[in-house]
């Protein structure tokens, strides 16, 4: 089955640390370049980073620049986002995402099912 | 940033009537639009990109319109498992989402 699921997600303290993982199946990773989303409880959607099909190149939304850093291993076929000095704002559901056409922005057509962080003390 | 406004942020309509909504780019994005729909609980689900083509598998009843600032979504007639969140979704710089539009069962 073609799909992509998250994990790692949990209850962190301000400040701290956490790494989310996406494994993706029944596609190959390394064909695309690869999303993070997040959406903050009751909210819209936001975009957090983005990864080149290699993962040479990586972007970020001011918000989470020089805190998270989006990385992959297309070996393990997973992408990952580690996320660091989180913030109460950073709380919601993580989503990574597969662009149409595995460019770097595109429409989004495969969405993982989303992992929850929680920043609270 | 690139702000997507959508409108209404509420929509209530009757099974079998059309719904219109809107979304408005504060610069051109070309074509660079999508929607999406996503049900609660659910993570979202592409309808349309390029502004006017639809997904794989979406039905007809959707279509999208619209290019440069000023972009539709219409679903002709409304059908049960149509009463979701539909977002907006510009990706001609970096990407950004507008805020939704809750379509309501009338």
């Known amino acids: 089955e073609v799909q992509l699921v998250e994990s790692g997600g949990g209850l962190e303290q301000p400040g701290g640390s956490l790494r989310l993982s996406c494994a993706a199946s029944?596609?190959?990773?390394?064909?695309?370049?690869m999303s993070w989303v997040r959406q903050a409880p009751g909210k819209g959607l936001e975009g957090v980073a983005v990864i080149g099909a290699s993962g040479s190149n990586t972007y970020y939304a001011d918000s989470v620049k020089g805190r998270f850093i989006i990385s992959r291993d297309n070996s393990k076929n997973t992408l990952y986002l580690q996320m660091n000095s989180l913030r109460a704002e950073d709380m919601g559901i993580y989503y990574c995402a597969r662009p149409l056409r595995g460019l770097i922005t595109h429409a989004f057509d495969m969405w993982g099912q989303g992992t929850v962080v929680t920043v609270s003390s | 940033e690139i702000v997507m406004t959508q409108s209404p942020v509420t929509l209530s309509v009757s099974p079998g009537e059309r719904a219109t909504l809107s979304c408005r780019a504060s610069?051109?994005?070309?074509?660079?639009l999508a929607w999406y729909q996503q049900r609660p609980g659910q993570a979202p689900r592409l309808l349309i990109y390029?502004?006017?083509t639809r997904a794989t598998g979406i039905p007809g009843r959707f279509s999208g319109s619209g290019s440069g600032t000023e972009f539709t979504l219409t679903i002709s007639s409304l059908q049960s498992e149509d009463f979701a969140v539909y977002f907006c979704h510009q990706y001609n710089d970096w990407f950004t989402f507008g805020g939704g539009t809750q379509v309501d069962i009338k």
């Open positions: 610069q051109s994005v070309s074509s660079n």
């Open positions: 029944g596609f190959k990773l390394s064909m695309y370049a």
């Open positions: 390029g502004a006017s």
